[in-house]
């Protein structure tokens, strides 16, 4: 974790090594303890050879679509006369997720690195990190470092004396969790709406301006740096359980556990040893109930669910739920599930870009139906008409916000149908009487 | 054109056959089925939102928008497949919870697509049990109102105004379901093109103050007719209530007009159901026009011709045919006509269209035939001339100026002023809207018009009135219809030859001699 404090025994610090280290965050306090190496290493190589050592390491997209990163990068086909773009996504508006965060005000110049890594490796002379318009203590730290980077000589028209171009540029996004969306992100960068695109054509083909683009994450752009310093092995035998899920992931967690922050596991970790005994269990006197792993948008689990889990890509998804984007929020006993799933999809609607359909009336009548249950109103055919809904939003938009929003809904109906009966049915739940039960 | 690949594929069963790229929704036009869609427009750019235009594509993991799917060579496409029927039916469901089901009393009623696809495709009844969404209507200036609780949001007017016009006017405001079309701060509907999105509106949202509560959709008559309001010649369809045209729509060129029509022209309809007719005809009894039969007016007109010089005021307005039948008449005369101009107003979206500086639909045809374009009209005139004033309303010409003339023949549906206290004979015909005939437009483009209205009183479609009359002067010349005088005027002129009205069709065809227009048709499939 590192801040607020020291890191648990049983974490592996890969990417948070020096979160809480002020020193880490200056250029000079960087270049101490190791930052850019692997991008001096990087200049030195053929773009071809990053690309294969991160496709070997199994490094995936941290995100949350774990898309393998060597193969994203493998998708920008060199001298094809047209300029490349890198794009960073640090937009993390999942809520629940704020592990780009801590990396961004911990160690900013890990991101330059990173980008510059990533951009030089598709052939991109230019890098945007694209920070979502919230974030602005990030946004300071990001800038300063790109700042200073550039005075450095690290970044530029001649970076780090290779003779290669590499710029990066910071850029503030006004607040939109769609902006999150790869695609929308380009429109945003742009300077349009952000709107999604419709795929095809995917942004290796048309991407920011219509140019080829690859959009990254920032963890995973910073984690490809130790792969190049360390190589692809030292990062592939770092898996517990599947040999497909490899390397350190950032876990943020939030809700009702008693060590909420960031935690950095090897991926496979058990997930009951990472919330019992990592962030110390439930509060006291309570129990946990439900465990929504990756971010809203993933389904919830049930705790059976979540102690049976390995934390990785394929375990979570054994378990009924997606590792998503690693925001981990724990309900406990004294939650009421409606109140938790009604407030996931009212977020949903307000955020829904409009464009869909399904999106924008699926996400607004599904929040007013949850809140009608929540407040004692509903009936049982709400639970088909949701269930329907939740059907009709699924698959057949143009993003996955719509998804998203049904996510919940649906796992959570299945999960915790009897919360949805006793309010319909005009038992209130009484948080109290619920912990002590 | 390059040569371009050709890709098979079976929708519903039917084998098609489509040139690579064609989107499934064009293909599945062709195979002859119409996918359901609302934002999906063939002359805006593709949006891919309105989602009711998914259909099964096997393999494919999820449903395909077909607008934004382009075919691939042995595609199996299912359309009304339980799955895509089942979406489409959400997507109807979703799009009327929050509307306002005012059919009653919304114009679009008769003509909505939101109708005609929840009656083909949608519930029978709502699961809506929340409060609607509810925003005031407002005035978007020119033309235009907006009621947003009517609308879909499929953005076809905010791509129009973007795209086609290139005036960004109109934007998405708000997300998620308090999302509506906004105006840009500033900005309004005054485009000249503006109007365009009433029609490209497939709801009730976009309405025109014109028309507004004018008339239900099903009272109306359609018929094909080509805008006379200017050189362009835009395609359109003269809509009628009562015998009165209450609203001209486009009908979709791809060689002329592609999908749309100036507000100008759109609106400029007014003169047509005019009320002030000459609606017998008239012949001088001393001071006065005394009123008479047709037979006794034409041969009036045929006796004050005959062996004269005749010199023809013509309108721009009047078809080929008459305009021939006028060149017939002038027995080593001449004629000349006059054009009201107006400005230039392109529609920089769609290549060589404009609302035309010259503001009448058979310039081109008129000089074609061998009318001398002028601003003096009478300064043809010669001492002593017979002066057939034809369809033209001598506005702003002192009637002086006719004292050189010698019998004056009025063949016109408006007797103009100046010509009152001179004319000898006076013939009403029809105006543009209730005979049919052809116009040219300024690329040589001959473009059949029908008739929409039927003409006042005792007034006769004009090409029949000037047969009449050159029959009278013992010309062979007896025609039952208008495609009979075409034919004559495809044998006696050059430029007309191979062209009849059959081969003309609705979509118009160049003269032999036509300009070559820097048009390259624009794809156009049914709207």
Redesign the interface.
Known sequence: MGFPHHPHPRETTVLSKYFGDAEARTLDGWKKRGGYKALEKALGMQPAEIVNIVKESGLRGRGGAGFPTGMKWSFMKPGDGKPHYLCCNADESEPGTFKDRELMRWTPHALVEGCAIGAYAIGAETAYIYIRGEFTEPLYWMEKAVKEAYAAGILGKNAMGTGKRVDVHVHKGAG?YICGEETALMNSLEGR?GNPR?KPPFPAVSGVFGMPTTINNVETLIASAPILLNGADWYKQMSLSNPKSTGTKLFSVCGNVQRPGTYEVVLGFPFKEFLYDLCGGPLHGRKFKAVIPGGASVPIQTMEEAEATLMDYEGFVAQGSMLGSGGVIVIDDAQPMVTVIARIARFF??????????C??????TT??ME?IRDGEGTM?DLD?LL?IA??MT????CVLSDSCAVPVVSGIKKFRGEFEALIQGRRFHPVTAAVA | MAEQKMVSLTIEDRPVTVPEGTTILEAAKIAGILIPHYCYHPGLPIAGVCRMCLVEVEKAPKLAPSCATTVAEGQVVHIYSDKSLDARKGVLEMLLINHPLDCPICDQSGECELQDYTYQEGREDSRYREPKRFNPAEDFGGDVIYVPNRCILCTRCVRFMDDVAHEPTLNVSERGDRALIGKFEGRDMTHPWAANVIDLCPVGALLSKDFLNKARAWELDRTASICPNCTQGCNVMMETRENQIVRMKPRPNEHVNAFFMCDWGRLNYRWMNEKNRAERPMVRQGATLAPTSWEAAITAAARAVSGKKVFVAASPMLSNESLFLLTELMQGGSGAFRVVEGEEAPLPGVEDLALRRERAANVYGAEKLGFRKTRELLGGLGQGDVLVVAGEDLAGIDSAALARAGDVIVISSVLPEAAAARASVVLPIANFSEEEGTVTNLRGRVQRFTQARQAPGETRPSWLVLGDLLGALGKQSSFFLPSEVFARLASANKAFAGLSYDTIGFKGLPLADAPAGPKTPVAVGAA
């Open positions: 939109a709406r419709i609607a307000h955020e829904s870009c409009a464009q869909c359909t399904q924008r009336e699926g996400t607004a009548w007013k139906i009608r055919e008409t329907d059907d009709q698959g057949k938009t143009i």
